[in-house]
């Protein structure tokens, strides 16, 4: 066993999360619960992150970031799912609409679009899903057309997180249509570009606190530079940012779950039945146990997949997809059995399981359902992808 390395997080990481969980605990957790009945954004928690730069972590020191690595945003991304999902989304989101930028962008628009982030001049929304491209992601009907130093684009983008919240939108449009996958390219559209405009937030089960919109794209004129990488490379960008981003998922995933299991043990151990604390009940403290464990298994998992992520792995499709499926599976079954420990109180707003519940299953559903991903884990483990010992 000595030949073999003993990996624990650096220095610099626990200080990530210490600073993240006092911040979290301090400035978000007591908005959380009024952020989800009013189901508006948190602004509160938005204006935090930005004054501390957790806002958009993973922005390079060159553009003015905070230069995390993929673990630190992992880190910084569970620690506020932990007390509330919503807010966790303001990184989350702003990672996934510009990381087709920071893979595949002109130094120009890096320097441009990734400064402002940086700066907090606005969020970064992604704008892949569209009416009739959910899981087929490729059968993009909305359409960008060259007109001289313009690109024209019209269309529909649904299921979009903090739309209308967002300043930047990086934008999936076909360039040619019959070549499918191969013919859709990728843009940066502003909120303020003549032509967009907003549907109404869609009534959620969870994640209130991050609204969910249409994007309508009315001839939308942008300058070509606007184009990201290679024209028809638009697919590619994005499935690549999906492979980096659904590791961003399940570090919401695991929050949400621990977030459920704190609050379990602490309500476990004072909660009074038959002269005991029900925490003294052997069948309890095996749901506990399995709790536990579920968790710091896809903790575990996450931390790995966000290496391979760091490293850009060839086996990253594989633990991104693996990470965001165990992980979001595992807080929809923790949370339920939170709710489970509370009994009737667990199923009252009057406290936060039941929120969390609702929350965690968007986790399974989001950035590509579990069967998707367990389609994606398969293709891997079929072409010899993933890493053996």
Known sequence: MSDFPIYELSEEHRAIREAIRDLAEN?????????????????????????????????????????????????????IARVDASASLIPAVNKLGSLPVQLAGSEELKKHYLGALARGEGGFSYCLSEPDAGSDA????????????????????????????????????STDPDARSRGISAFVVERDDAGVSFGAPEKKLGIKGSPTR???????????????????????????????????????????AQGALDYALDYAKERQQFGKPIADFQGLQFMLAEMG??????RQLTYAAAARSERGDSDLTFFG?????????????????????LGGYGYTRDYPVERMMRDAKITQIYEGTNQVQRIVMARQLLAGVQSTL
Not at 293 to 298: G, H, Y
């Open 138 to 173: 490729a059968a993009q009907r909305t359409r960008a057309v060259r007109e001289g130093d313009e690109w024209v684009l019209n269309g529909t983008k649904r299921w979009i997180s903090n739309a209308g919240e967002s300043q930047f939108y990086t934008v999936l449009a």
């Open 293 to 298: 464990m579920k968790i710091e298994a896809a």
């Open 214 to 256: 249409e994007v309508y794209l009315d001839n939308v004129r942008i300058p070509a530079d606007r184009l990201i990488g290679e024209e028809g490379k638009g697919f590619e960008y994005a499935m690549r940012t999906l492979d980096h981003t659904r590791v961003t998922i399940a570090a919401q995933a695991v929050g949400i």
């Open 27 to 79: 400035e978000i957790a007591p908005h959380a619960a009024e952020v989800d009945e009013e189901a508006r954004f948190p602004h509160e928690a938005a204006l935090a992150l930005t004054k501390a730069d957790f806002h958009a972590p993973h922005v390079p020191e060159e553009f003015g970031g905070a230069g995390a690595d993929a673990l630190a945003t992992v880190i910084v991304i569970e620690e």
């Open 321 to 341: 997809a693996a990470a965001k499926c165990f992980a979001s599976d595992v807080a929809m079954e923790v949370t339920v059995n939170a709710v489970q420990v």
